[in-house]
């Protein structure tokens, strides 16, 4: 769990890194309606989440460095006896204060009042323009005042610089407690896709091992699933974002699950294949360990001061000589990789930065170098063969397989550690694993 003492230290961190007369403000995500006056379940900005952990909508988080009165602001809704008795607890200004790491708040219904007066006079403001497009209105609005009380002596904010950077380079490197959720997060949903293998049958629907795996999910204690849940059985596996889950998986189909659960507001991301009846086939066995070894192949190489991208060279070596050494791809290795031939089978990198969101904040380049790794780092491996069920330029017998092994990765100082490992992925392990249910 993250304490109000660590997202203390977050804002000070941040305030940290800003200059002297400036401000910083960040909102809150705007409720989305699902259909007609339904809304979907409500989440909150990752930025305003993990600077102050508050959750409500119609919120906006104000830093201030050096002021006398209190550093940190929150603006939010007030109490409301009815509107709680509808729609569910509300802190108010008094109850943030108590709970949440700021300094003040304020009704957010008197932003008008308090914010411009706040923005006069500072050389720069921190502010994520264009993901807002309504406050960006409220804010432009609030310059245009000040700049025209100019002669009267008003001065508005000489600048405006992107927050975003400051704070996604403040994700990227997890504390020890934020790696603490994450890995209970991983030990959910590994649990969750064991599960899954364990109920699989030849006939089932992916919708039903949907149902069960995010089942697991909640009854182990998270909020929701990180993403919305891939099963894709069969011809369904080549469809990477495949979403539809409504199809019957046969005899003799792979089913490629990507899910994972979100924990306290931190995303697991696994991927597992495997056959649903059981038993691999000699075909889908021959894939299957292709991406196995490109994936334990990446993980060796993940250590601090490696650059980013040795991950995924490591799993484009292995799977092109692969290909070539099964006749799917024809060759000499090194000339197939510079063509990048591999590609028509494996079009994804091998992975990505993973934290408050599953597709996690962080540059992968600074001044066009790899970045390296470091301690703290989360990152996911997952390499992946998808041979489509209309090529034809390949044997029929490979056509419509889709394998793709997925963990995730934390850097450490001395290596790195698996969150995910409570999932089998060798075959011998899925396979007595299926053959427990």
């Known amino acids: 769990m993250i304490t109000a003492k660590e997202y203390a230290a977050r804002c000070n961190e941040l305030m940290s890194m800003m200059v002297a007369n400036s401000i910083a403000i960040i909102t809150a995500a705007p409720e989305r309606i699902r259909s007609r006056d339904t809304h979907y379940p409500y989440k909150q900005a990752t930025s305003l989440s993990y600077l102050c952990g508050f959750a409500e909508p119609e919120s906006v988080l104000v830093l201030i460095p050096g002021r006398d009165q209190g550093q940190s602001l929150l603006f939010c809704r007030e109490k409301d006896k009815l509107r709680e008795t509808w729609n569910g607890y509300r802190h108010g200004p008094e109850g943030a204060v108590a709970n949440f790491a700021v300094d003040d708040a304020f009704p957010i219904g008197d932003i008008d009042e308090i914010l411009p007066g706040m923005l006069e006079g500072k050389e720069r403001v921190y502010y994520a323009i264009g993901k807002d497009p309504e406050f960006d209105r409220h804010l432009m609005s609030w310059v245009n005042e000040i700049r025209g009380q100019k002669s009267r002596g008003s001065a508005p904010p000489g600048e405006f610089v992107d927050l975003d950077h400051l704070v996604n380079e403040m994700r990227l490197i997890k504390t020890a407690s934020e790696l603490k959720v994450m890995r209970k997060a991983g030990e959910i949903s590994a649990r969750a896709h064991c599960r899954a293998m364990q109920i699989s049958v030849p006939g089932i629907y992916e919708y039903q091992l949907q149902a069960e795996i995010e089942h697991e999910f909640m009854a182990s204690g998270a909020s929701a699933p990180a993403y919305t849940s891939i ?3 069969g011809r369904n596996g ?10 019957k998986i046969a005899d003799g189909d792979l089913v490629l699950i990507d899910a994972g659960c979100e924990y306290e507001n931190y995303a697991a991301d696994i991927t597992r294949t495997f056959p649903v009846n059981g038993k691999f086939s000699a075909e889908q ?4 360990d292709i991406v196995l070894q490109a994936q334990a192949e990446a993980i060796a190489k993940i250590a601090p001061g490696a650059p980013y991208n040795v991950a995924n060279d490591a799993t484009v070596a292995v799977i092109t000589e692969g290909l070539r050494d099964l006749g799917i791809l024809d060759g000499e290795v090194a000339e197939l990789i510079e063509r990048e031939a591999y590609k028509e089978f494996y079009m994804h990198s091998s992975g990505h930065w993973l934290g408050m969101d599953v597709h996690d904040v962080g ?8 970045r390296v ?5 989360v990152v996911t491996v997952e390499p992946g063969i998808y041979i489509s069920p209309d090529n ?3 044997a029929e017998k490979w056509r419509g397989l889709a394998v793709r092994i997925e963990d995730d990765i934390a850097i450490t100082k001395s290596g790195c550690e698996n969150f995910t490992s409570g999932v089998p992925k060798t075959r011998a392990d899925i396979e007595a694993l299926m053959a427990t249910n």
């Not at 066995?285 to 299957?288: D, E, L, P, R, T």
């Not at 790794?373 to 780092?377: D, L, N, Q």
């Open 238 to 247: 080549c469809i990477l974002h495949y979403t539809e889950n409504r199809q």
């Open 363 to 370: 540059d992968y380049k600074i001044e066009n170098q790899w």
């Open 285 to 288: 066995a021959a894939i299957y």
């Open 392 to 394: 034809t330029t390949v």
């Open 373 to 377: 790794y470091e301690p703290g780092m």
């Open 231 to 233: 099963v894709g059985g």
